[in-house]
């Protein structure tokens, strides 16, 4: 079984964001954010969730940043 490295999965998510149109995409949190954008977050890792390694898990946070359509008035 072949063992998928950590930073290919944010890679590949990265990758696939980009094919949204005008959508950018960043590693990081940018100083200044210009919508529509998203940002893919580190990997987080929950280990030995069940007895001797049955279960591990992993999730990413992948923000969506988009501009307000209109005030509130």
Request: glycine share 2%; with cysteine; aromatic share 6%.
């Amino acid at each position: 079984m072949a063992m998928t490295k950590i930073n290919d999965i944010r890679e590949a998510l990265k990758t696939n964001l980009q094919n949204i149109t005008n959508l950018r995409v960043y590693d990081l949190i940018p100083d200044v954010i210009v919508p529509p954008c998203a940002v893919v977050g580190q990997l987080d890792f929950t280990f030995d969730i069940d007895n001797m390694r049955g279960l591990d898990q992993a999730s990413v946070d992948v923000y969506v940043i988009v501009q307000r359509i209109s005030e509130r008035s």
